[in-house]
């Protein structure tokens, strides 16, 4: 009988720690055992799940370009950016739970197996460089397809696309990189939430949220952002190639430092301390 008592007694104890939140220990360890299962894979693995990542986060854009070209006649165009942050969120949705790689959820978490010393920085820079461009890759080819057939099924045409565009150059280089920093803070507190997180609805909600936040504020997310400006620059004559790779360079940089230093550093320094 007391055995008995006492195996149920352990199962409920089991139970409570498995419903219990992650400490912030368990949250780090966890995340630089992801990614040092990513510093694994060869480079074909890594370039594939990155260009399917380019490829997936277009359905936000094709989605954003839908919700302005519908409510662009009769609505202002602020309350048009608010609207489209509710669509936003789509295509990170099908990237994070679809396990692809994307620069922007990656790059804090690639960041502390070198703070832990398990990995060497040249190593996290090839990384990140086959990332950025299996997703660059993916988003110009996302990108050909949705200006190819938007027009076509009369759900959006080349001016909506010009309008997006320019709203996404329309700030100063500072503006644009200092808005980059935000939204790769956000992205790097979201790979961090996602470790926490244990079922689909709440990873759902999550990712929601956050991606939401950046689009709302209008922030610059460097792949997306890609998206956007190539769609522009191959629809108009009013943006060039030289707008285009600056935009590009000043959001990745900015996306990466706002990853690593606000999120990944801080995160570490933290656990560390705590210890």
Known sequence: MSTSKSKEKNEENIEANDNAPMSHSEILREQVSEALHIYEKSNLSILTSSFSA???IGFSFILICVMTAFF???????TVWKINALVYPIGFILV???KSMLFTEQTSLLTLPVLNQKSKIKDLFKLWGLVIIGNICGGIII???AIWVGPRLGVFDFETVHKISDHVLKPDKVVI???AVLAGWLMGLLSWLLTSSDSTISRILVIYIITAVIGAVGLHHSIVGNIEVFSGLITSKHITFDQYIVFQ???IVGNAIGGVVFVALLKYKAFAYDR
């Open 177 to 179: 990189f200092t808005s």
């Open 249 to 251: 360079i000043t959001a």
């Open 143 to 145: 990108s050909l397809l």
């Open 96 to 98: 994070v739970l679809g």
């Open 54 to 56: 380019g490829l997936e």
């Open 72 to 78: 662009g006649d009769d609505t202002s165009d602020s």
